[in-house]
Nanobody, 123 residues
Framework: QLQLVESGGGLVQAGGSLRLSCAAS????????MGWFRQAPGKEREFVAA????????HYIDSVKGQFTISRDNAKNTVALQMTNLTPEDTAVYYC????????????????WGHGTQVTVSS
C-alpha cells in the first residue's frame, strides 16, 4: 500500500514556474514507476510525465517537453515536477501516481493516486 500527497500547486502568471512535489508513505516507494497526470475542467485526465523507479528513464507528453522536468528522490520518498514557462493551457488539477508499468502513459497503468493539487495559470 502506498499513500501519495501532492503539494506545491497554486496561482501563477503566464510565463512563471511552479514546482510540484509528491510525498509517498507506505512500502517500497523505490520499486514503483511514478507519474504525473493532470485534469482540466471538463476534460479527461491526461498523462504529463513519468519516471522509472531508478530514475534512468523519463517520459513526457509532447506538449511539455523542454518545459517540465520530472525527478525523484528515493531516499526521501518524493517525486517532483518542475514546471516552467507556464501557460493558461497548463491550468489543471495535477495528480501524482505510482505503478509498475514502465513508461506507463495510461491511467490504468497506475495503481496508487494522490488527491491532486490545483495549478492555475493566469494570462
Amino acid at each position: 500500500q502506498l499513500q501519495l500527497v501532492e503539494s506545491g500547486g497554486g496561482l501563477v502568471q503566464a510565463g512563471g514556474s511552479l514546482r510540484l512535489s509528491c510525498a509517498a508513505s507506505g512500502s517500497s516507494f523505490s520499486s514503483y514507476n511514478m507519474g504525473w497526470f493532470r485534469q482540466a475542467p471538463g476534460k479527461e485526465r491526461e498523462f504529463v510525465a513519468a519516471i522509472s523507479w531508478h530514475s534512468a528513464n523519463t517520459h513526457y507528453i509532447d506538449s511539455v517537453k523542454g518545459q517540465f522536468t520530472i525527478s525523484r528522490d528515493n531516499a526521501k520518498n518524493t517525486v517532483a515536477l518542475q514546471m516552467t514557462n507556464l501557460t493558461p493551457e497548463d491550468t489543471a488539477v495535477y495528480y501524482c501516481a505510482a505503478g509498475v508499468v514502465a513508461g506507463g502513459r495510461r491511467v490504468a497503468d497506475y495503481t496508487y493516486w494522490g488527491h491532486g493539487t490545483q495549478v492555475t495559470v493566469s494570462s
